[in-house]
């Protein structure tokens, strides 16, 4: 690192200066306004990707380095470059993920590490993930704990992999003893062919056969896990890129830049130049971590001209501890106060550290680790945001804000009297404030911290709180003799529940004063109806809860103190219980079944490899040519409305403007749509939607496009507006034809015969999920040949679609115009249609203005207007047996389209079709609707409308379980179809696994044990319960579109034996195209190595349906194959003359004998088809089961849940790569458990006053919460059902993208299982509905008891979106 010198040695800097994975870089003036990743992605490093630009994410991670003047050390960090201000980091290193290792010189073992171990599916997430890890290992002299990995990566999404490959992949890096690890996670067996699979790799070796006997780092193939030591070791430290010595020597200096807009940075190294600032600058904000700024300035879009960072004035970064408490710099970041007061934790009394035990609690939950390592105690203090999650606690642990003046005049206010209003604090221009007294805690004074969020890790509180309690011995009584107890989340400011603390003082700590207090807290907290955030009714109860909780746990804490009585009921304990994660130990089973040289083998994903190193390329990444713009979109503000005027001049006079343009100015047809045309491209006279596209503008920048989109004026006139199903419902607001109706057997009869014992009625409500795909929407547009052809980079799963409205929108033929994807960084579904439309929209600049154009949306405009998968509404009528056999099913079912048909009539068809789950139900009758509201319209996603129609009725099933009084798994067993069944749309069961796969299940997961273990938990625990479920499902596998299932191919053979695939399926991590280059491996019997998937082209494989239904490698790979064989055939004569050893020779002899080489494959799906008149048919080419169960725990005053297990069970035939099959299933479960239980959409409607009507609320990352590595199941076994071939596809195997999604919904009704529980607990026996999702909300006011009752009844039904 270089020799260390003292501080007047420091050479004083003379020009702002970064190194970037080690080169230095000049940063010249101007450059305030940018963001580091702006910057890194500028230079050219476009491994760092945008996912989000708020901070949500983590796909901008990069480490960053620098040196500590103060402990003379080097500190390596990870943190979000979208938030991190270019000149905030000034003078550091910066490493991106190029900087961690490449394909040219070698991987990094963390990078080696995630590629073997299948932890990048479509790759967007992972350099995100890579950085996170390669920031632990290099600030950690020491192997990471499993625990801190988990916690490094809690700022990281992934919306594919599950994060159960991350995990596993990252944590050998933990350990030094890999056996553990390894034999735990893949099982040995043995596969058919006799080869045994390596426990470490997952592959086919030769170490077994003797499983007792067999050490992984034996295996005799060679392989031998990374493990910790070796990335510490020489073998690749020589690689590692030091800490630039130049750094070392070098002494900061005062900064004074200045940035696009007049925007001013300063940088001054001491308090007096911060004074000086302050004084000149009144309204100059002081900015260290900008998270709060930066979504202020990005997102809010407020305007601040000068900025005073001041991460480097040592009087605001001090951190001690004396006699009486600890001074806290406000410029001190959460993770160095984390370690602070760990330490301080060790070194003084216990009893004096109860504030700082509260504090380091509540930071565990506070954003990911990229934000702690920035954001300061000072922002989140002078921020004074309502849910800041340490103010109650300042407050409450009587903590003092020193706060100094621009002439340096200090005083002192007590953190309770510092918030005066929302976001106002009591701050004059000219203060700043300047640190933060914690007080030491005396002996019998408590100090807790509390927070409900939707998702644990990395989210902002519902609400939070803190609170302290000192309790003396009076007459031998304990009597509170000072308390303060504060809520975030309760009112435009941290309160303080000054009532009940007054009531406090004095009172003996007994019941009494429980019960007392929490009457007083009811008047200490009202949140009117209409209070912004809604969740009123939750919102109270949490107050409460959290009180008893506080109550039970000082009283657990008192226990046993002389005269102190208050103990605490042993199943009343687990309420106080801190939530601690176990370590996820995730298990695969699977059976290899090799065919040829690559097919039924789990390899990696082919471009794995340079995903990891972030040289894989994505739509944004692609160069911008000379002359290229960035287009911003207009959006309509109302979600119905008729355009009255659009006045478009401050646009044309924004900086950097190129164009502007309007329906009026489309050269082809403005109207388009997937199946039948009901959509404008840009809306020309009325818009029907919040977010419609009225028309798009140009400019040099994306950030100048986006400010002139922003100039344009648009009069309205407003009309009324469907907000819902239920009023399409009431005001029959339908799609044309959209009337759809399935039926077997006499319904109406069956319920007046005598058969049915039972008839219930009830409705189920489904709301909506946003796709998440880690790369948001983008197209980039060129011309050709002076304009007179349209080429196009989009990510979509759909290329065909973008070239077809394309030629559409510009008047062109289809011939002339070309759509390109290499690969896109998540889709699932969000874009097969919707993509196009934008796509469309940015052609037409490009084609008029004949210059590149590039579309590429930010996050919250991506949620707000790309759709999203329907919310549904299921009104049913079942009729059943006192045994409960199903005999009649009557549903209505609507879904909610928005505003346009797009794929809504297929998905509710799907719905339809999957309405019977596994049942056999002699009587069905099934109408559905398709809804018209003005919402954008929502379209494919995951499983298509299957999920739903699942969901529906195991609702059912389960309500019938507790009608008869059995379990809903005997229900589910004696309705069962089998074999030969026929469903209510004429298709017979053929070859059905569903018994089979629900016994191994049952036996696997030990069903009936667990079952047992569950009901003593909850007979012992009163404010935890848990719950446990197991759900079949059948997935049925082809478009039911018929003319669609259709796929085509492009296989071509050169002379150096290499084969290039090219076919019309799009890679979006699902691993398409490594499946389909093992089939084509196999079908030349050479290596996988052998063949090459470049890219997806409409100019290759013309007309190819979108990459969807699950079925593209049964499609694709039988096209493929196709091509294969009749290259195969064309070569046959000169192979049958058994002269070449090698394929090489092969191919140059068929060359020489000038034999074709290059060959189209074609495929269509037999035996399928639909008459929706007779609604009956033959619509899938077969079906997938699966099964899983899951075990959840969740807390009954807050509604925290967590999945304690879960064992998943598929049949995928003979997979063709287990590895890719089972990240599917891992993939689809999670993403499905945020379907179930995360996440929730909310729109300004009727339900939710406080959002104007038509918007969309959850909007982003901070609002909208996907799983995180948190949420997946602590136990997680998936295992793929042994010996099953699949006739009806490719090589025997079965689809997989789809089925397993709705199995998460056995986490549902897991969490409906124990709420069961804790309604029994409170006297609540009977039916109750849940809507989904089943958020912490809704879990907790399910759990109706004492501290409900006050504001609602047991029925209550939180607001949801549908
Ligand atoms: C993804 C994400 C997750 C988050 N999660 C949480 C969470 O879980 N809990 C929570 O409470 N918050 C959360 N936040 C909010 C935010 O991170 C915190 O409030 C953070 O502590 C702000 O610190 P900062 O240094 O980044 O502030 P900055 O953005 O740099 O500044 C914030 C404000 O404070 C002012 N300021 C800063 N220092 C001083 C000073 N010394 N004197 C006067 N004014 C000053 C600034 O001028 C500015 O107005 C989250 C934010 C993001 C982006
Ligand atoms: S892009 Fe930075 S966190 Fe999402
Ligand atoms: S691999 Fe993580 S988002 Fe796709």
Not at 160 to 182: E, H, M, Q, W
Not at 385 to 390: E, M, Q, R, V, Y
Not at 1109 to 1121: E, K, P, R, T
Request: hydrophobic share 40%; proline share 5%.
């Amino acid at each position: 690192m270089g020799s260390l010198k003292s501080e007047e040695d420091l050479e004083e800097s003379k020009d702002a200066i970064l190194y970037v994975n080690g080169v230095r870089k000049v940063l010249p003036d101007g450059f305030a306004h940018l963001t580091l990743l702006e910057y890194l992605r500028d230079v050219g490093l476009t491994g760092t990707k945008l996912g989000c630009g708020e901070g949500g994410c983590g796909a901008c991670t990069v480490m960053v380095s620098y040196f500590d003047q103060i402990y003379k050390k080097c500190v390596h960090q990870a943190i979000n470059a979208c938030l991190a201000p270019l000149y905030s980091v000034e003078g550091m290193h910066v490493i991106t993920v190029e900087g961690v290792g490449n394909r040219k010189f070698g991987l990094h073992p963390v990078q080696e590490s995630l590629a073997s171990r299948h932890g990048s599916q479509c790759g967007f997430c992972t350099p995100g993930f890579i950085m996170s890890m390669y920031a632990l290992l290099r600030s950690n002299k020491t192997p990471p704990t499993e625990e801190q990995i988990e916690e490094s990566l809690a700022g990281n999404l992934c919306r594919c992999t599950g994060y159960r490959p991350i995990l596993d992949a990252f944590r050998v890096f933990a350990k030094s003893n890999d056996l553990l690890y390894t034999s735990g996670s893949v099982s040995l067996q043995e596969p058919k062919n006799g080869e045994f699979i390596c426990p470490s790799t997952g592959k086919p070796c030769s170490c077994g056969p003797n499983k007792e006997t067999v050490e992984p780092n034996d295996c005799q193939n060679g392989y031998k896990p990374v493990s910790y030591n070796e990335i510490d070791g020489s073998s690749y430290t020589n690689k590692e890129i030091i800490f630039p010595p130049q750094l070392l020597m070098r002494k900061s200096s005062h900064l004074s830049l200045s940035g696009f807009g007049g925007i001013k940075w300063h940088r001054p190294l001491l308090l007096k130049q911060v004074l000086e600032l302050k004084s000149r600058y009144p309204d100059a904000k002081l900015v260290v971590g900008n998270t709060e700024l930066g979504i202020e300035t990005r997102l809010k879009k407020i305007h601040y001209p000068v900025f005073i960072s001041v991460t480097h004035v040592p009087e605001l970064n001090i951190l001690t501890a004396d006699d009486d408490g600890i001074e806290i710099g406000a410029g001190v970041r959460l993770s160095e106060l984390q370690k602070f007061l760990k330490k301080v934790i060790e070194e003084r009394p216990v009893y004096e550290t109860a504030s700082c035990k509260a504090i380091i609690e509540q930071i565990k939950w506070f954003a990911g680790t990229q934000i702690r390592n920035v954001a300061s105690v000072g922002g989140n203090i002078c921020t004074a945001s309502p849910i800041s999650d340490l103010n109650p606690l300042w407050m409450a642990s009587g903590a003092k804000f020193k706060i100094v003046d621009s002439k340096g005049s200090i005083r002192t206010i007590l953190a309770g009297n510092f918030f005066l209003g929302y976001r106002k604090v009591d701050l004059e221009n000219n203060e700043i404030l300047l640190s933060v007294f914690l007080p030491w805690t005396r002996e019998f004074e408590y100090v807790k911290e509390f927070k409900q969020a939707h998702r644990r890790d990395d989210d902002i509180a519902l609400v939070n709180g803190g609170m302290r309690v000192f309790l003396e011995k009076n007459n031998k009584n304990w009597v509170v003799s000072d308390a303060c107890i504060v809520y975030g989340g309760v009112a435009p400011i941290s309160l303080s529940a000054v009532k009940t603390k007054d009531y406090l003082i004095g009172k003996k700590w007994n019941k009494e004063l429980l019960q007392n207090s929490l009457e007083i807290l009811k008047q200490d907290v009202v949140i009117s109806e209409d209070a912004p955030g809604g969740m009123v009714e939750f919102r109270k109860s949490l107050t409460l809860s959290f009180f008893f909780k506080f109550f039970l746990w000082v009283s657990h804490q008192m226990d046993g103190q002389d005269s102190f009585s208050e103990s605490v009921p042993v199943s009343y304990l687990s309420a106080v219980e801190s939530f601690h994660r176990p370590s996820v130990m995730g298990s695969q089973d699977y059976e290899i079944t090799k065919q040829g040289t690559a097919v039924g083998s789990p390899e990696v994903h082919m471009s794995a490899r340079l995903q990891v190193t972030g040289e894989a390329e994505y739509t944004d990444d692609t160069p911008m040519p000379p002359g290229g713009l960035h287009a911003a979109l207009i959006l309509s503000k109302k979600p119905h409305a008729r355009l009255l005027s659009i006045d478009d001049s401050g646009a044309r006079s924004s900086p950097g403007f190129a164009g502007i343009f309007f329906a009026k100015d489309i050269p082809g047809d403005n109207i388009s749509g997937p199946v039948i045309e009901d959509e404008e491209v840009f809306a020309s006279e009325i818009v029907t939607c919040v977010g419609q596209v009225v028309g798009v503008v140009v400019a040099d920048t994306h950030e100048n496009a986006k400010l002139a989109a922003r100039k344009v004026v648009i009069e309205y006139e407003d009309l009324p507006a469907i907000l819902s199903i239920e009023d399409a419902v009431k005001f029959k607001s339908y799609h044309p034809n959209s009337h759809r109706c399935l039926s077997k057997g006499s319904v109406d009869q069956c319920f007046q015969s005598d058969q049915c014992h039972k008839i219930i009625e009830g409705e189920v409500r489904i709301g909506g999920q946003e796709h998440f795909y880690l790369e948001p929407q983008g197209t980039f547009v060129w011309t050709m040949d002076g304009g007179h052809e349209v080429h196009m980079i989009s990510s979509t799963q759909a290329p065909q679609k973008h070239q077809k409205y394309v030629a559409h929108v510009l008047g062109l033929p289809m011939s002339k115009v070309v759509c390109k994807v290499k690969r896109i960084g998540g889709g699932f579904g969000g874009k097969e249609t919707r993509s196009a439309f934008f796509a469309a929209v940015a052609s037409v600049p490009a084609y008029m203005l004949n210059r590149p154009v590039k579309l590429i949306l930010d996050r919250d405009i991506d949620m707000q207007v790309s759709g999203q998968r329907h919310s549904f509404l299921g009104k049913y009528k079942v009729g059943f047996t006192n045994e409960g056999k199903v005999l009649a099913l009557d549903l209505e079912i609507y879904n909610n389209a928005g505003n346009s048909l797009d794929l809504s009539q297929a998905i509710l068809e799907r719905a339809m079709y999957h309405s019977d789950n596994v049942y056999e139900i002699p009587n069905v009758r099934i109408n559905g609707r398709v809804c018209f509201t003005n919402y954008p319209s929502n379209t494919a996603f995951r499983g298509f409308g299957g999920p739903q129609g699942m969901l529906i009725t195991e609702n059912w099933i389960q309500r019938i379980a507790m009608e008869v009084e059995k379990s809903p798994e005997e229900i589910r067993e004696i309705n069962f179809m089998s074999e030969g069944s026929i469903s209510h749309y004429g298709q017979k069961i053929q070859d059905c696994t569903l018994h089979r796969l629900w016994d191994e299940l049952k036996k696997s997961c030990n069903f009936v044990k667990v079952r047992s273990e569950v009901e003593d938990f909850n007979l012992h625990n009163r404010w935890k319960k848990r719950g446990i479920a197991i759900i079949p499902t059948k997935f049925g596998i082809s478009f039911t579109t018929k003319f669609m299932n259709q796929a085509g191919a492009l296989v071509q053979v050169y002379t150096d034996g290499t084969v290039l695939v090219t076919h019309g399926g799009v890679e979006m991590g699902q691993g398409l195209h490594t499946k389909v280059a093992q089939i084509a491996a196999s079908a030349f019997e050479i290596p996988l190595s052998s063949v090459f998937i470049s890219e997806t082209s409409t100019d290759k494989v013309p007309n190819a349906s979108p990459t969807a239904a699950s079925a593209s490698s049964d499609m694709y790979g039988a096209a493929v194959l196709d091509a294969c064989k009749q290259i195969k055939t064309r070569m046959e004569p000169i192979a049958s003359m058994k002269k070449h050893t090698s394929f090489v020779e092969l191919v140059n002899a068929c060359y020489f004998e000038r034999i074709d080489l290059s060959a189209h494959g074609f495929y269509i799906v037999p035996d399928i088809g639909f008459d929706w008149k007779t609604g009956k048919g033959h619509p899938f080419r077969y079906f997938t089961y699966g099964a899983a169960f899951a075990e959840v725990e969740i807390d009954t005053l807050t509604g925290d849940f967590h999945t304690r297990a879960a064992d998943v069970i598929l049949d995928l035939g003979f997979s063709i790569n287990p590895a890719i099959d089972v990240g599917q299933i891992e993939g689809a479960f999670v993403q499905g458990m945020g379907w179930v239980a995360l996440e929730e959409l909310k729109w300004g409607d009727e339900a939710h006053k406080w959002i104007p009507p038509g918007c969309l609320f959850t909007s982003g990352p901070g609002s909208y919460k996907i799983p995180s590595v948190n949420d997946v199941p602590h136990r997680f076994k998936v295992s793929l059902l042994k010996d099953a071939p699949n006739d009806k596809a490719i090589h025997s195997s079965k689809a997989v993208g789809e089925p397993p999604f709705f199995l998460a919904s056995s986490v549902f009704f897991a969490i409906k299982d124990a709420i069961i529980a804790a309604r029994a607990g409170s006297g609540s026996h009977g039916w109750f509905p849940l809507d989904n999702p089943a958020t912490p909300e809704r879990i907790r006011m399910a759990c109706a008891d004492e501290f409900t009752a006050p504001f609602v009844q047991s029925d209550f039904r939180p607001k949801l979106s549908v």
